[in-house]
């Protein structure tokens, strides 16, 4: 019996505050996330004109917050379409062909589990240095090991069902076949980790600002803004606590949406990845 | 199998059992209105297909069922007591010492991280007190008393290092390490190749009549059952449309839907001739008419489920 | 069992090479140099001839492939090069700052298993009920925030506020210098380890065995303790295995916040003054960690699970 | 944070007046939690291969140079000497040492001082010291190996050495520096140089928690009677600023070096007010142009970009007035500094006005190169883009790593860049790095070349009378005011708090941060840990 | 059976069939050893006919049926329709391949894509084959009602239909390339016994209408009997016995033929004690031969086996012999 899935609807409901805040930013505030600075207006505390109050700059933290989001929501977002692109193919070409390729993936796979994600990151955003593509870039590569064995092994088992076997002896290619008979299939594990992966990103790019190497100012991302309102904790508490709750709530709602897509597509399905 | 013991007092006896899932206006049952009983040491079988409630009978029984479902009607009377009526310690104990069960997966029914030792000495240690050693011990007998070959060295091997076969062995070494009074074999044999399939039903059939223990055997296949069971019960539907002596049920089916399960059997000598490959009965077009049917063999349509209660319970159920 | 371990330690050997290779080839085009992060201060400490001296002096001349015939001609006898902040070989840094790491995650690690696997059992049993709810949503928080930030929540209301702890360093080893930095550390494989643990068992008392069980007689505690915990850790010890493996990597920014002096706090260090040898190193280190962890807890799993093959 | 407030305000009534003033008789005895805000590690304890400022806070405790910065007369003088003969038209030295002892119990002779600056010089070591020495007479040839000794380096006898230079040279800047220090002769050849340092600092190294702290303890045998008062420094590593925030506040240190946010915060904090100790560094905040890449060919936009920016209200909201108000390059503390020069104003018509003069009446793009820093570095990129954009000049910030920009700078690779240069304490130095003939890499990232100032500049070189010399630099400081080659940000100011029972703490403008411990003593309101 | 099947150009033709996977380690070569699923299976398959290969699991039908249908690589041996050879570098590719043989699984469950519409699942191969977008959907609707389904059925997802109805599309999808061959993997053994009447009815009417030719892999005898014209047992990987299916029911002769006849549970012995099988006295082998394997436990797998061949004991009845 399907319980009503409190995971699923909250979850959605947080992320859909998130992605509304994103998507009408403009509409929802008449200022600008960089250039309405003004200094005079310095670390005033939340009040009728300035919701969440201002940033060192004098930037409202109200405006910034919902800009930010966009960036969260982009380097979420995108970061793990890379992901996804990349450990889809490699992994279900590496179940469906097997042999050599199969060997070489794998030891892709171990390799990039081996090294933790946040220091492969690191390492990108060195070479790359700072700023959104690099940040895109440096998830995007580092995170997909995980959807790749789930793509792996989920063609593993669909590979001996009827379905997959009738399509090769209809004639499909093998691109065809991975395309529109094991992909589809296949929607629903790799939806629910993308999902929590977008939580994951968003908090990478806090703990990468934290160390030195995030999307820099005057962007409004929301890594950033913790980062430098860390400083004000005691005079300016509010340009802390705003971005920071942004981004509890944000990596709570796409968790919380991971976990209940999971119960809703497969209550059994197991927790083990992580 | 052995000739029927005659005594007065059934063993086991369904009256009127309805199971399903409790609502706000009253239960929705999927196994309705059940009666048959069991004597002493008789086999009797339950045949029926997927969805019939066959299996939630036997569990409703040892009251195994899975929540939600629940008895919601009707009397279990074992030995003349109802089983409904006892504390759950009591029914603790009354489990695997005097009724015991068989399921149909030899391979996930057993703990995998358990020796095959310790999970039949697991029953000396519930019910007869013993300690683990002694346990051990008689654990060895049960193995040798299931034709298990080498059981001083078997007790010592985990499930996964035992054939399918011999893994069910195991699993009758425990449901008769007590010498239960009623054996509940829930499809025993169906995840098995043909030829083990013969050995392990004759072991059950062999044990149970040197024990005296009922059988209640629950099967898909009619071979297996018109083999084994002096009585058959067939369900259909969660009723049990006919239940009759085996040797009767056969010669001389009386339920339509009875009769259309014999007819669609392809059975081994049934085809004579080069040319004769003669149509196997169709059922449902056997049944067209399904209201007088349903009048006079209180007979109701068949899959698919609508009520998506039922659907989740038949899921959640062992089926 | 010494087959299977000496087996699952050899398949190990191509990942590191790899690793290896993977880290050189990042490190060798990184822009900037050590030389040039003496100059970033603005004292004008460093002149182009000194930049020239700087990079003849570590060989940061010579082409790729002959730096990198180098390094793994020096790795094969345990050395990693040398550092060029600290002048000393890149072991002898990493052997400074090991044990302070290796510390944080043991706490985190034993922490997040002392509290975790408990809950995650308790909301098990009772799954629907506000418990559960609270236990879940409470996991599904500790992961939603940035570790940073839990950090010095932790420390601004322990330390400032209730002045209960020291809000950093390692104070020479104290162990009330460590409780912080492990709960912060913890929190993440204590919420993943909570949710694993309920989905294990879970899972595990939907099998068939625990019906098998019940069928026997088996009163619930008895059915708990003697089929569903064994094999509710099975499932369990992969979680912790890749939580404690990858912990040294998650630790850096615990480190860096707590100025806690393990090879996360080196490595950060490192990547910004371009002391490569020491950064390769660090990585190095930090992966073995991980490939170590993995393959021991292969080998406990093996230990605990008659069905992995051990042969 | 309430059991804080109290314990504080408790203490003011005894020492919040005795706070600065030095009239209180130093007590010895007591340890002192120091800290290393520039980073979360040491690198080595063999200070001389080191040019990092974090190195020289453990360095400072166990070392001493020749020389040693006197903060209160804002000059270098002599600390291992006794006394320095200045002839040969300033070019040889020669310097009596004191008696003093290193750690090992040996005493400092002329060959201690020799060998050292020896070691620094030797190109096989690439230190960063090597260059105070480039001008030394014979350090070609021994740079070429072509002689064993520099003819330049003399020991004329056991307590007495010359030092010879091509022209005449003011040698206090560089030999007062910490990682120009001595060392007992022979000590390259020890093994465990880089863990166990001997100096002669009135200090003793007793251990080194890597990634945490090191501990030195007192040096009975210190040249100074008396001193130091202190049995131990704690040399702790706590580069985050606000852990450092609640760490000091905790009581677990003793001085934080601060930022603009803390320093604003502790200001207005009554238990913390009275100790703030604050110093005009020598370090100038500017945003540098590139002049060979349009738009900054023209002055015009040079001085727009100054005029743009509201320099003032960004001091005072961003930096927290935790900064001077630059005019030119040197900076307050600088004896060249022209006291009567004002500023860039902040005129956004007359930015718009010299850019449509420079012939951009449309505004410009500008692309800035700048790092992570709060003083110098994206925070004040972030309040300037509006306020440049006002005027027409749209800035795209080019975020970068520290050691990146310290690549891209010197290599001429940049549009424009912040940084925050040393400008200081010697103005001819200084201003060396506007000479034409001075290159990119070597210090002229402005790629400054005014024919004007190069006459002005090498007319100082040659000046013997410090007056004169002096007022030459000060003019060569107006034109580089005038010509514009960056935009003035600030001159820091370096503000650290102490603790209340903290005393002896100098106002060091070459970097606060860095003390003379010896100096330093604490009093009995010091909480038990440090007693 | 038609008479002249065993005269005519078999349409398929299986010589010398191998397929062996490696198992164990690949770094650690004397950990691996071969597991030899199939060794040496030789199978004609005459026009119209419907050949069964019975066996218990293991035992290789399955592995041999992947094989034909090209979806496992053979080791050895050669797989020739219409004494084309098929697999090998002359092979036809897999387009062609389609029209030759088609296959209908086990599983109904598992069979049929979820994620697409019975319509999409049937019109796909036949877009893929060049047929004209404007025919697509009247023989979609065709094979359609061949089966048993409405048109209508066309619109809806697998989940939706019952396993009976699910077994009617996967033999609609194997039946829409219009193939020659049809192979069965135990088509019924999923469903229940009613509805496994209605599909072998379903069977054997297109057999009959569309001149198919069957190879059905099964374990249920009943229905092997029902359905075949010709069966081979196997066991272990080897054909132990071939003949006519009237000659394999009624004069069962290898040890292991015998013993899988006789440990059927048939509801008959109810009605016919007498009639049980597992009496009467067993067939001596031919003269100067003994059966090979004469011991029907579990032979070794990895291991070659013994040198035997398939003697003939009566007209197309062929028993695995060794000489004495």
Same mark, same amino acid.
């Given at each position: 019996?399907?319980?009503?899935?409190?995971?699923?609807?909250?979850?959605?409901?947080?992320?859909?505050?998130?992605?509304?805040?994103?998507?009408?930013?403009?509409?929802?505030?008449?200022?600008?996330?960089?250039?309405?600075?003004?200094?005079?207006?310095?670390?005033?505390?939340?009040?009728?004109?300035?919701?969440?109050?201002?940033?060192?700059?004098?930037?409202?933290?109200?405006?910034?917050?919902?800009?930010?989001?966009?960036?969260?929501?982009?380097?979420?977002?995108?970061?793990?379409?890379?992901?996804?692109?990349?450990?889809?193919?490699?992994?279900?070409?590496?179940?469906?062909?097997?042999?050599?390729?199969?060997?070489?993936?794998?030891?892709?796979?171990?390799?990039?589990?081996?090294?933790?994600?946040?220091?492969?990151?690191?390492?990108?955003?060195?070479?790359?240095?700072?700023?959104?593509?690099?940040?895109?870039?440096?998830?995007?590569?580092?995170?997909?090991?995980?959807?790749?064995?789930?793509?792996?092994?989920?063609?593993?088992?669909?590979?001996?069902?009827?379905?997959?076997?009738?399509?090769?002896?209809?004639?499909?290619?093998?691109?065809?076949?991975?395309?529109?008979?094991?992909?589809?299939?296949?929607?629903?594990?790799?939806?629910?980790?993308? =999902?929590?992966?977008?939580?994951?990103? @968003?908090? !990478?790019?806090? +703990?990468?600002? /934290?160390? %030195? $190497?995030? *999307?820099?100012?005057?962007?409004?991302?929301?890594?950033?803004?913790? =980062?430098?309102?860390?400083?004000?904790? @005691?005079? !300016?508490?509010? +340009?802390?606590? /705003?971005? %920071? $709750?942004? *981004?509890?709530?944000?990596?709570?709602?796409?968790?919380?949406?991971?976990?209940?897509?999971?119960?809703?597509?497969?209550?059994?399905?197991?927790?083990?990845?992580? | 199998?052995?000739?029927?013991?005659?005594?007065?007092?059934?063993?086991?006896?369904?009256?009127?059992?309805?199971?399903?899932?409790?609502?706000?206006?009253?239960?929705?049952?999927?196994?309705?209105?059940?009666?048959?009983?069991?004597?002493?040491?008789?086999?009797?079988?339950?045949?029926?297909?997927?969805?019939?409630?066959?299996?939630?009978?036997?569990?409703?029984?040892?009251?195994?069922?899975?929540?939600?479902?629940?008895?919601?009607?009707?009397?279990?009377?074992?030995?003349?007591?109802?089983?409904?009526?006892?504390?759950?310690?009591?029914?603790?104990?009354?489990?695997?010492?005097?009724?015991?069960?068989?399921?149909?997966?030899?391979?996930?029914?057993?703990?995998?991280?358990?020796?095959?030792?310790?999970?039949?000495?697991?029953?000396?240690?519930?019910?007869?007190?013993?300690?683990?050693?002694?346990?051990?011990?008689?654990?060895?007998?049960?193995?040798?008393?299931?034709?298990?070959?080498?059981?001083?060295?078997?007790?010592?091997?985990?499930?996964?290092?035992?054939?399918?076969?011999?893994?069910?062995?195991?699993?009758?070494?425990?449901?008769?390490?007590?010498?239960?009074?009623?054996?509940?074999?829930?499809?025993?044999?169906?995840?098995?190749?043909?030829?083990?399939?013969?050995?392990?039903?004759?072991?059950?059939?062999?044990?149970?009549?040197?024990?005296?223990?009922?059988?209640?055997?629950?099967?898909?296949?009619?071979?297996?059952?018109?083999?084994?069971?002096?009585?058959?019960?067939?369900?259909?539907?969660?009723?049990?449309?006919?239940?009759?002596?085996?040797?009767?049920?056969?010669?001389?089916?009386?339920?339509?839907?009875?009769?259309?399960?014999?007819?669609?059997?392809?059975?081994?000598?049934?085809?004579?001739?080069?040319?004769?490959?003669?149509?196997?009965?169709?059922?449902?077009?056997?049944?067209?008419?399904?209201?007088?049917?349903?009048?006079?063999?209180?007979?109701?349509?068949?899959?698919?489920?609508?009520?998506?209660?039922?659907?989740?319970?038949?899921?959640?159920?062992?089926? | 069992?010494?087959?299977?371990?000496?087996?699952?330690?050899?398949?190990?050997?191509?990942?590191?090479?790899?690793?290896?290779?993977?880290?050189?080839?990042?490190?060798?085009?990184?822009?900037?140099?050590?030389?040039?992060?003496?100059?970033?201060?603005?004292?004008?400490?460093?002149?182009?001839?000194?930049?020239?001296?700087?990079?003849?002096?570590?060989?940061?001349?010579?082409?790729?492939?002959?730096?990198?015939?180098?390094?793994?001609?020096?790795?094969?006898?345990?050395?990693?090069?040398?550092?060029?902040?600290?002048?000393?070989?890149?072991?002898?840094?990493?052997?400074?700052?090991?044990?302070?790491?290796?510390?944080?995650?043991?706490?985190?690690?034993?922490?997040?298993?002392?509290?975790?696997?408990?809950?995650?059992?308790?909301?098990?049993?009772?799954?629907?009920?506000?418990?559960?709810?609270?236990?879940?949503?409470?996991?599904?928080?500790?992961?939603?925030?940035?570790?940073?930030?839990?950090?010095?929540?932790?420390?601004?209301?322990?330390?400032?506020?209730?002045?209960?702890?020291?809000?950093?360093?390692?104070?020479?080893?104290?162990?009330?210098?460590?409780?912080?930095?492990?709960?912060?550390?913890?929190?993440?494989?204590?919420?993943?380890?909570?949710?694993?643990?309920?989905?294990?068992?879970?899972?595990?008392?939907?099998?068939?065995?625990?019906?098998?069980?019940?069928?026997?007689?088996?009163?619930?505690?008895?059915?708990?303790?003697?089929?569903?915990?064994?094999?509710?850790?099975?499932?369990?010890?992969?979680?912790?295995?890749?939580?404690?493996?990858?912990?040294?990597?998650?630790?850096?920014?615990?480190?860096?916040?707590?100025?806690?002096?393990?090879?996360?706090?080196?490595?950060?260090?490192?990547?910004?003054?371009?002391?490569?040898?020491?950064?390769?190193?660090?990585?190095?280190?930090?992966?073995?960690?991980?490939?170590?962890?993995?393959?021991?807890?292969?080998?406990?799993?093996?230990?605990?699970?008659?069905?992995?093959?051990?042969? | 944070?309430?059991?804080?407030?109290?314990?504080?305000?408790?203490?003011?009534?005894?020492?919040?007046?005795?706070?600065?003033?030095?009239?209180?008789?130093?007590?010895?005895?007591?340890?002192?939690?120091?800290?290393?805000?520039?980073?979360?590690?040491?690198?080595?304890?063999?200070?001389?291969?080191?040019?990092?400022?974090?190195?020289?806070?453990?360095?400072?405790?166990?070392?001493?140079?020749?020389?040693?910065?006197?903060?209160?007369?804002?000059?270098?003088?002599?600390?291992?000497?006794?006394?320095?003969?200045?002839?040969?038209?300033?070019?040889?030295?020669?310097?009596?040492?004191?008696?003093?002892?290193?750690?090992?119990?040996?005493?400092?002779?002329?060959?201690?001082?020799?060998?050292?600056?020896?070691?620094?010089?030797?190109?096989?070591?690439?230190?960063?010291?090597?260059?105070?020495?480039?001008?030394?007479?014979?350090?070609?040839?021994?740079?070429?190996?072509?002689?064993?000794?520099?003819?330049?380096?003399?020991?004329?006898?056991?307590?007495?050495?010359?030092?010879?230079?091509?022209?005449?040279?003011?040698?206090?800047?560089?030999?007062?520096?910490?990682?120009?220090?001595?060392?007992?002769?022979?000590?390259?050849?020890?093994?465990?140089?880089?863990?166990?340092?001997?100096?002669?600092?009135?200090?003793?190294?007793?251990?080194?928690?890597?990634?945490?702290?090191?501990?030195?303890?007192?040096?009975?045998?210190?040249?100074?009677?008396?001193?130091?008062?202190?049995?131990?420094?704690?040399?702790?590593?706590?580069?985050?600023?606000?852990?450092?925030?609640?760490?000091?506040?905790?009581?677990?240190?003793?001085?934080?070096?601060?930022?603009?946010?803390?320093?604003?915060?502790?200001?207005?904090?009554?238990?913390?007010?009275?100790?703030?100790?604050?110093?005009?560094?020598?370090?100038?905040?500017?945003?540098?142009?590139?002049?060979?890449?349009?738009?900054?060919?023209?002055?015009?936009?040079?001085?727009?970009?100054?005029?743009?920016?509201?320099?003032?209200?960004?001091?005072?909201?961003?930096?927290?007035?935790?900064?001077?108000?630059?005019?030119?390059?040197?900076?307050?503390?600088?004896?060249?500094?022209?006291?009567?020069?004002?500023?860039?104003?902040?005129?956004?018509?007359?930015?718009?006005?010299?850019?449509?003069?420079?012939?951009?009446?449309?505004?410009?793009?500008?692309?800035?190169?700048?790092?992570?820093?709060?003083?110098?570095?994206?925070?004040?990129?972030?309040?300037?883009?509006?306020?440049?954009?006002?005027?027409?000049?749209?800035?795209?910030?080019?975020?970068?790593?520290?050691?990146?920009?310290?690549?891209?700078?010197?290599?001429?690779?940049?549009?424009?860049?912040?940084?925050?240069?040393?400008?200081?304490?010697?103005?001819?130095?200084?201003?060396?790095?506007?000479?034409?003939?001075?290159?990119?890499?070597?210090?002229?990232?402005?790629?400054?070349?005014?024919?004007?100032?190069?006459?002005?500049?090498?007319?100082?070189?040659?000046?013997?009378?410090?007056?004169?010399?002096?007022?030459?630099?000060?003019?060569?400081?107006?034109?580089?005011?005038?010509?514009?080659?960056?935009?003035?940000?600030?001159?820091?100011?370096?503000?650290?708090?102490?603790?209340?029972?903290?005393?002896?703490?100098?106002?060091?403008?070459?970097?606060?941060?860095?003390?003379?411990?010896?100096?330093?003593?604490?009093?009995?309101?010091?909480?038990?840990?440090?007693? | 059976?038609?008479?002249?099947?065993?005269?005519?150009?078999?349409?398929?033709?299986?010589?010398?069939?191998?397929?062996?996977?490696?198992?164990?380690?690949?770094?650690?070569?004397?950990?691996?050893?071969?597991?030899?699923?199939?060794?040496?299976?030789?199978?004609?398959?005459?026009?119209?006919?419907?050949?069964?290969?019975?066996?218990?699991?293991?035992?290789?039908?399955?592995?041999?049926?992947?094989?034909?249908?090209?979806?496992?690589?053979?080791?050895?041996?050669?797989?020739?329709?219409?004494?084309?050879?098929?697999?090998?570098?002359?092979?036809?590719?897999?387009?062609?391949?389609?029209?030759?043989?088609?296959?209908?699984?086990?599983?109904?469950?598992?069979?049929?894509?979820?994620?697409?519409?019975?319509?999409?699942?049937?019109?796909?191969?036949?877009?893929?084959?060049?047929?004209?977008?404007?025919?697509?959907?009247?023989?979609?609707?065709?094979?359609?009602?061949?089966?048993?389904?409405?048109?209508?059925?066309?619109?809806?997802?697998?989940?939706?239909?019952?396993?009976?109805?699910?077994?009617?599309?996967?033999?609609?999808?194997?039946?829409?390339?219009?193939?020659?061959?049809?192979?069965?993997?135990?088509?019924?053994?999923?469903?229940?016994?009613?509805?496994?009447?209605?599909?072998?009815?379903?069977?054997?009417?297109?057999?009959?209408?569309?001149?198919?030719?069957?190879?059905?892999?099964?374990?249920?005898?009943?229905?092997?009997?029902?359905?075949?014209?010709?069966?081979?047992?196997?066991?272990?990987?080897?054909?132990?016995?071939?003949?006519?299916?009237?000659?394999?029911?009624?004069?069962?002769?290898?040890?292991?033929?015998?013993?899988?006849?006789?440990?059927?549970?048939?509801?008959?012995?109810?009605?016919?004690?007498?009639?049980?099988?597992?009496?009467?006295?067993?067939?001596?082998?031919?003269?100067?031969?003994?059966?090979?394997?004469?011991?029907?436990?579990?032979?070794?797998?990895?291991?070659?086996?013994?040198?035997?061949?398939?003697?003939?004991?009566?007209?197309?009845?062929?028993?695995?012999?060794?000489?004495?």
């Amino acid at each position: 019996m399907r319980r009503f899935n409190l995971n699923l609807w909250l979850g959605g409901v947080l992320t859909l505050i998130v992605i509304v805040g994103a998507v009408f930013a403009p509409w929802l505030t008449s200022l600008d996330p960089v250039f309405d600075a003004n200094l005079m207006y310095a670390e005033e505390p939340p009040s009728g004109q300035f919701w969440f109050g201002t940033d060192e700059q004098g930037r409202d933290v109200y405006t910034r917050v919902l800009y930010g989001a966009r960036i969260s929501l982009t380097v979420g977002i995108v970061s793990q379409i890379i992901n996804s692109v990349i450990g889809l193919s490699l992994g279900i070409s590496a179940a469906y062909w097997g042999g050599w390729w199969d060997d070489l993936v794998n030891g892709l796979t171990n390799v990039m589990l081996a090294i933790p994600s946040l220091i492969f990151a690191l390492a990108i955003m060195a070479i790359l240095g700072p700023g959104l593509p690099s940040l895109l870039i440096a998830l995007g590569l580092t995170n997909w090991s995980w959807t790749c064995r789930i793509a792996r092994s989920s063609t593993l088992s669909l590979k001996g069902q009827g379905y997959v076997q009738a399509a090769s002896t209809l004639g499909y290619s093998d691109i065809r076949i991975m395309w529109t008979q094991l992909l589809p299939n296949m929607v629903g594990p790799i939806l629910v980790i993308s =999902t929590l992966g977008i939580g994951a990103a @968003v908090l !990478a790019e806090a +703990a990468l600002s /934290f160390l %030195g $190497l995030g *999307i820099r100012p005057p962007f409004p991302s929301w890594g950033a803004m913790l =980062t430098g309102a860390r400083e004000l904790i @005691v005079i !300016a508490p509010w +340009a802390a606590v /705003f971005p %920071g $709750l942004a *981004i509890f709530v944000t990596v709570l709602g796409f968790n919380l949406l991971g976990d209940g897509l999971r119960d809703y597509l497969d209550p059994h399905m197991r927790t083990r990845q992580q | 199998m052995n000739e029927p013991v005659e005594h007065n007092a059934p063993l086991l006896e369904l009256k009127n059992l309805h199971v399903g899932i409790p609502g706000r206006r009253g239960s929705v049952d999927i196994v309705r209105d059940v009666s048959f009983s069991i004597m002493p040491g008789e086999a009797f079988g339950l045949v029926g297909e997927s969805g019939s409630g066959k299996s939630l009978t036997a569990l409703s029984l040892i009251r195994l069922l899975k929540k939600p479902l629940k008895v919601s009607q009707g009397q279990i009377l074992f030995k003349g007591d109802d089983l409904q009526n006892l504390t759950d310690r009591a029914m603790r104990q009354m489990r695997g010492d005097r009724i015991a069960m068989i399921f149909q997966e030899p391979m996930t029914a057993l703990n995998p991280l358990k020796t095959v030792g310790r999970q039949i000495a697991e029953m000396f240690v519930l019910h007869k007190g013993m300690g683990w050693a002694e346990a051990g011990r008689k654990a060895v007998d049960a193995l040798a008393s299931v034709h298990v070959p080498a059981p001083e060295e078997r007790v010592r091997a985990y499930p996964h290092q035992m054939s399918g076969g011999m893994r069910q062995r195991v699993m009758i070494a425990i449901a008769l390490a007590c010498d239960p009074d009623l054996l509940i074999a829930d499809e025993p044999t169906t995840a098995l190749d043909v030829t083990v399939q013969d050995e392990v039903l004759k072991l059950i059939a062999e044990l149970c009549a040197a024990r005296g223990t009922a059988v209640l055997l629950i099967s898909h296949d009619l071979g297996v059952i018109a083999n084994m069971c002096q009585r058959v019960g067939v369900m259909y539907s969660g009723r049990l449309v006919e239940e009759r002596d085996t040797y009767d049920l056969f010669a001389d089916p009386r339920h339509p839907y009875t009769k259309g399960l014999l007819g669609a059997l392809p059975r081994l000598g049934t085809r004579h001739g080069a040319a004769g490959r003669q149509r196997l009965v169709d059922i449902d077009s056997l049944i067209k008419d399904r209201d007088t049917l349903l009048q006079e063999f209180c007979f109701e349509p068949r899959n698919p489920v609508r009520d998506p209660r039922l659907r989740a319970g038949m899921a959640g159920g062992v089926e | 069992m010494l087959r299977f371990t000496i087996r699952r330690l050899l398949q190990v050997i191509p990942t590191i090479i790899a690793v290896v290779l993977l880290i050189f080839v990042i490190f060798s085009v990184v822009p900037g140099s050590f030389a040039s992060s003496l100059m970033s201060d603005g004292r004008g400490g460093a002149d182009a001839d000194m930049v020239a001296r700087i990079n003849e002096q570590f060989g940061l001349d010579d082409p790729v492939h002959v730096r990198f015939f180098d390094y793994v001609t020096g790795l094969l006898q345990f050395d990693m090069g040398e550092s060029f902040r600290f002048r000393q070989p890149v072991t002898e840094v990493i052997g400074d700052r090991i044990w302070a790491s290796l510390k944080l995650s043991i706490a985190a690690m034993v922490f997040a298993i002392v509290v975790g696997v408990p809950l995650g059992f308790i909301a098990a049993l009772k799954p629907g009920s506000i418990l559960d709810s609270i236990t879940m949503i409470g996991a599904v928080s500790g992961l939603s925030m940035p570790q940073f930030w839990l950090g010095l929540l932790l420390m601004y209301f322990f330390a400032l506020i209730l002045g209960w702890l020291p809000s950093f360093g390692y104070g020479g080893g104290d162990f009330k210098y460590l409780i912080l930095p492990a709960i912060t550390l913890g929190v993440t494989p204590l919420a993943l380890l909570a949710r694993t643990t309920r989905a294990g068992v879970l899972e595990i008392t939907n099998e068939d065995f625990i019906r098998t069980a019940h069928s026997k007689g088996m009163s619930n505690s008895r059915v708990i303790r003697w089929h569903l915990t064994r094999n509710v850790m099975v499932l369990v010890v992969t979680t912790i295995g890749l939580q404690f493996g990858s912990m040294m990597g998650q630790a850096v920014v615990i480190e860096k916040l707590f100025s806690w002096p393990g090879i996360g706090t080196l490595l950060v260090d490192s990547v910004a003054i371009r002391d490569i040898p020491v950064v390769q190193g660090t990585i190095l280190v930090i992966v073995l960690w991980f490939l170590f962890i993995n393959t021991f807890v292969d080998i406990i799993y093996a230990a605990i699970d008659p069905r992995i093959k051990q042969t | 944070m309430m059991k804080t407030l109290t314990f504080s305000a408790m203490l003011m009534a005894g020492t919040a007046v005795a706070a600065w003033a030095q009239d209180a008789t130093p007590q010895s005895g007591g340890t002192l939690n120091f800290t290393a805000p520039y980073g979360s590690t040491f690198g080595t304890l063999d200070i001389q291969t080191s040019s990092s400022v974090q190195d020289e806070f453990v360095a400072k405790a166990i070392h001493r140079s020749l020389y040693d910065w006197n903060s209160d007369t804002s000059q270098p003088e002599l600390e291992l000497a006794t006394k320095v003969e200045v002839s040969d038209e300033g070019r040889t030295h020669t310097y009596t040492l004191r008696d003093a002892k290193f750690h090992d119990g040996t005493t400092l002779t002329s060959d201690d001082v020799i060998a050292s600056y020896k070691r620094i010089i030797d190109p096989a070591n690439a230190f960063a010291g090597a260059r105070y020495f480039t001008n030394l007479v014979g350090v070609d040839a021994y740079k070429e190996d072509t002689s064993k000794d520099i003819e330049g380096l003399k020991k004329i006898d056991d307590k007495t050495f010359s030092l010879t230079y091509t022209g005449a040279t003011e040698p206090g800047y560089d030999l007062m520096r910490v990682n120009a220090a001595i060392y007992p002769a022979g000590a390259a050849d020890r093994e465990d140089l880089q863990t166990n340092p001997i100096g002669l600092g009135p200090f003793k190294f007793v251990e080194n928690i890597p990634g945490s702290r090191v501990v030195v303890e007192k040096f009975d045998d210190f040249y100074e009677e008396g001193k130091p008062y202190l049995d131990k420094v704690n040399v702790l590593l706590l580069s985050d600023a606000s852990a450092r925030d609640v760490a000091f506040r905790n009581g677990e240190i003793d001085v934080s070096v601060m930022g603009p946010s803390q320093y604003v915060t502790y200001q207005a904090d009554p238990a913390l007010k009275d100790h703030i100790l604050e110093v005009a560094e020598v370090y100038t905040r500017n945003v540098g142009f590139n002049p060979e890449r349009e738009p900054f060919d023209k002055k015009e936009v040079r001085q727009a970009f100054n005029h743009a920016i509201n320099t003032p209200l960004i001091i005072e909201k961003l930096v927290k007035n935790k900064a001077y108000r630059a005019t030119s390059f040197l900076p307050i503390s600088s004896p060249a500094y022209n006291k009567d020069a004002k500023p860039y104003e902040y005129d956004v018509e007359k930015a718009k006005q010299l850019l449509a003069d420079a012939g951009y009446p449309d505004g410009v793009d500008v692309e800035l190169t700048a790092t992570q820093n709060e003083s110098w570095g994206l925070t004040i990129v972030e309040a300037i883009i509006p306020m440049l954009n006002e005027a027409g000049i749209r800035v795209t910030a080019k975020p970068v790593e520290a050691s990146v920009l310290g690549a891209e700078v010197p290599a001429g690779d940049f549009h424009s860049f912040m940084w925050s240069n040393v400008s200081g304490p010697d103005p001819f130095a200084v201003m060396t790095s506007f000479y034409s003939d001075t290159s990119v890499s070597s210090g002229n990232y402005w790629r400054f070349d005014n024919a004007e100032f190069d006459a002005l500049y090498e007319q100082a070189r040659d000046e013997n009378d410090p007056e004169k010399r002096t007022e030459l630099l000060r003019q060569a400081n107006d034109i580089i005011q005038e010509e514009a080659p960056m935009w003035f940000f600030n001159y820091n100011k370096a503000v650290m708090a102490y603790q209340p029972w903290v005393h002896g703490l100098q106002a060091n403008a070459t970097e606060l941060a860095i003390q003379n411990y010896e100096d330093i003593w604490i009093d009995d309101t010091a909480p038990e840990s440090r007693r | 059976m038609k008479d002249n099947a065993t005269t005519a150009p078999p349409l398929l033709e299986i010589r010398d069939l191998h397929v062996h996977f490696p198992v164990g380690n690949k770094l650690f070569a004397r950990n691996r050893r071969l597991l030899r699923a199939v060794s040496g299976i030789n199978l004609s398959l005459g026009h119209g006919e419907c050949l069964s290969i019975v066996g218990e699991s293991g035992c290789g039908k399955s592995t041999t049926a992947l094989a034909v249908m090209g979806l496992q690589e053979p080791t050895s041996g050669d797989i020739l329709v219409d004494g084309q050879s098929i697999i090998g570098d002359n092979a036809p590719g897999r387009m062609d391949r389609a029209r030759i043989a088609q296959m209908v699984f086990q599983d109904p469950y598992a069979s049929l894509n979820p994620r697409q519409t019975v319509h999409r699942s049937l019109a796909a191969p036949l877009r893929l084959h060049g047929t004209p977008n404007s025919e697509i959907d009247d023989r979609v609707a065709d094979i359609l009602k061949k089966v048993g389904l409405l048109p209508e059925h066309g619109a809806r997802f697998p989940h939706e239909f019952s396993g009976g109805q699910r077994q009617r599309i996967g033999i609609a999808r194997a039946l829409i390339l219009g193939p020659r061959i049809l192979m069965l993997d135990e088509p019924v053994s999923a469903l229940d016994v009613s509805v496994r009447a209605q599909i072998i009815n379903l069977l054997l009417d297109l057999q009959e209408d569309l001149s198919l030719s069957f190879v059905m892999i099964s374990h249920d005898l009943g229905v092997v009997e029902h359905m075949s014209d010709r069966v081979a047992v196997m066991y272990f990987g080897q054909i132990v016995e071939l003949g006519r299916w009237d000659a394999i029911f009624a004069r069962p002769t290898h040890p292991y033929t015998r013993k899988l006849i006789a440990t059927i549970p048939d509801p008959d012995t109810v009605l016919h004690p007498d009639r049980d099988r597992r009496a009467g006295k067993a067939p001596e082998p031919p003269a100067g031969y003994r059966f090979c394997p004469e011991d029907i436990g579990r032979p070794d797998v990895y291991s070659v086996p013994a040198e035997s061949a398939l003697i003939e004991i009566g007209p197309g009845h062929f028993v695995r012999c060794a000489t004495a």
